[in-house]
Nanobody
């Protein structure tokens, strides 16, 4: 089992940047595909980005391609989300997620470990 703790959220103006971090407990971090999801008020939670347990293979939602970058450091048990060119519609609670997998490529669903979330607010 893994425990996830997000940090780095906050208030930023449109066009600005934020970097979210997620610290994972446990000694098998490299066994997990990692992902970021978000949930805006009144909307369902949606996939943002994922990164494979090894090789650093990434997957992004279309609405963040070219603006957000997911990365991980298996030595430090951390995964990050660099968010650039932020828009007001990026305002949401951002969640870190993990799942054990033997596959090479990360997916956008079926994650079973979640952090508590961190608020990102983008003002216009």
């Amino acid at each position: 089992q893994v425990q996830l703790v997000e940090s780095g959220g906050g208030l930023v103006q449109a066009g600005g940047s934020l970097r979210l971090s997620c610290a994972a407990s446990g000694r098998t971090f490299s066994s997990y595909h990692m992902a970021w999801f978000r949930q805006a008020p009144g909307k369902e939670r949606e996939f943002v980005a994922a990164i494979s347990r090894s090789y650093g293979i990434t997957k992004y939602a279309d609405f963040v391609k070219g603006r957000f970058t997911i990365s991980r450091d298996n030595a430090k048990n951390t995964v990050s989300l660099q968010m650039n060119s932020l828009k007001p519609e990026d305002t949401a609670v951002y969640y870190c997620a993990a799942k054990v997998s033997v596959t090479t490529f990360p997916s956008s669903d079926n994650y079973n470990y979640w952090g508590q979330g961190t608020q990102v607010t983008v003002s216009s």
